[in-house]
């Protein structure tokens, strides 16, 4: 992503270095509306950091401030904001994670505009809304027409904007790609894109699983408080594959990767709570948790979610809301909520049953890696070829007899009418 040099109107971001992955997707979603921004990465080698953050903050028209736990932390962050507030510059506070302000900042920033992350479940929405702030539009300006080819090596692209685009391939399924964009990350240092790598590594996508080596990596990232690796070592502690399992250990680590930012530990901690385990069992909690994971349109908590409402765990009792719930989750191609979408339809549960539906998600869950579809759609297809074969038998002539009360019968029946049982128990007679 180029930096803005010029003399027109622009905008100042500051940030966090710790908030990178939150903070590219949204810059770069404002440069391809032609907004004008200057950022940290244009500072080139040798330049003397002070004077050089001082002379664009001076010359910009808007300062737009990345909020979070890690930007109150940072010094630089702090005197940005200051120095900000000295020039009297138009100030936009974007929040992209729960942020506790300490009473000198909320002083400072009371009558500054700001917008909340956490508001929007998905990155466009919350886009939408920041590009249409009134104090930016002076630093907007026309659209740079897309050449024939844009893709930048990703050998020329600083440690985080590489890892960047390891998540937004991650996100798109493309795992290979992500595997190669988080290699190159960690390889020049940058913390996520070693902790992307080992997400790949732990889940086997994009390159071979290797759940001890993903844990291994991850551990030392966890604890410097990488919230993607915080995430990880919770599921690795709670499935217990890489090392001796230890719920408490798991929920220690999801907390504090929730308390960082990561939606997935969301509906991984809720989970905790809906059972349990490592915490006293709370299933209020749990769907607290639930539902702030679908704010953020995490596929995991719609998952989660849906079956606290199938199953009435924290909630009353609502199959038809289950089924819509499962339905969000299994369209984001969520392996667990396509199988569940499977179940379901085979059960009648939220749903008329129908046999040849249940069989399609089934197909769908396995080909997402649900290694527990295969038996469903096995037992679906020799039910579908017994049914045909039935159906075959009463339509020549021929019949079938109950095995439960001997009964026989001619024509296509379900069950049997003297003692009720499913054409399970029914036997092909010519």
């Keep these: 992503m180029a930096v803005y040099e010029g003399a027109e109107n622009f905008i100042f971001v500051s940030y966090a270095h710790k908030d990178t992955p939150s903070v590219v997707p949204v810059i770069q979603g404002l440069q391809q509306q032609g907004f004008r921004i200057w950022y940290d990465s244009g500072i080139e080698a040798g330049s003397e950091w002070p004077e050089y953050i001082a002379e664009h903050l001076e010359s910009a028209a808007v300062v737009l401030v990345f909020m979070s736990p890690a930007a109150t932390a940072s010094r630089n962050c702090r005197n940005e904001i ?84 390891g998540d937004l391939n991650y996100d798109a399924g493309k795992y290979k790609e992500a595997v190669a964009c988080y290699r ?99 299933p209020k909690k749990a769907v607290e948790l639930y539902r702030r994971g679908v704010e953020l349109d995490s596929a995991l908590a719609y998952n989660g979610l849906s079956l606290c409402y199938m199953n009435g765990v924290g909630v009353v009792e609502d199959p038809v809301e289950a089924v819509r719930l499962c339905r969000k989750a299994a369209e984001k191609g969520n392996k667990y909520a396509l199988y569940n979408m499977g179940l379901w339809h085979k059960l009648g549960k939220g749903v008329p049953k129908d046999p040849e539906e249940a069989l399609r998600w089934f197909r769908l869950a396995e080909e997402a890696g649900n290694t527990n579809a295969r038996g469903q759609v096995d037992a679906l297809m020799a039910e579908k070829a017994r049914a045909d074969a ?41």
């Excluded at 991984?268 to 809906?274: C, D, E, G, I, T």
């Design 82 to 165: 200051n120095y900000a507030l000295e020039l009297g510059k138009d100030i936009l506070v974007a929040y992209i994670e729960h942020t506790t302000l300490t009473g000198g900042m909320r002083l400072q920033l009371s009558s500054t505009q700001a917008l909340y992350r956490d508001r929007h479940t998905s990155l466009d929405s919350f886009l939408g809304e920041l590009s249409c702030a009134r104090i930016m539009q002076p630093c907007k300006g026309a659209v740079d027409p897309v050449p024939e080819k844009t893709d930048i090596p990703i050998w020329k692209m600083i440690p985080s904007e590489v890892t960047s685009l």
């Design 184 to 282: 190159r990350g960690a390889e020049a240092g940058d913390p996520y894109g070693k902790a992307g790598l080992a997400k790949c590594m732990y889940d086997g996508k994009g390159c071979p699983k290797d759940q001890k080596k993903a844990y291994e990596l991850a551990k030392p990232l966890a604890e410097q408080g990488v919230p993607s690796a915080e995430c990880l070592m919770g599921i690795c502690y709670y499935e217990g594959n890489a090392v001796i399992r230890n719920y408490e250990q798991s929920a220690f680590w999801l907390k504090k990767a929730v308390k960082h930012g990561s939606v997935p530990a969301l509906a991984n901690l809720a989970l905790l709570y809906r059972n349990g385990y490592g915490v006293p069992k709370d």
């Design 390 to 430: 039935l159906r075959g038998a009463a339509e020549s002539g021929g019949g079938y007899v109950c095995t439960v009360c001997g009964h026989r019968m001619v024509g296509v029946l379900n069950k049997c009418p003297v003692c009720d049982s499913s054409r399970d128990h029914f036997k092909i007679v010519t």
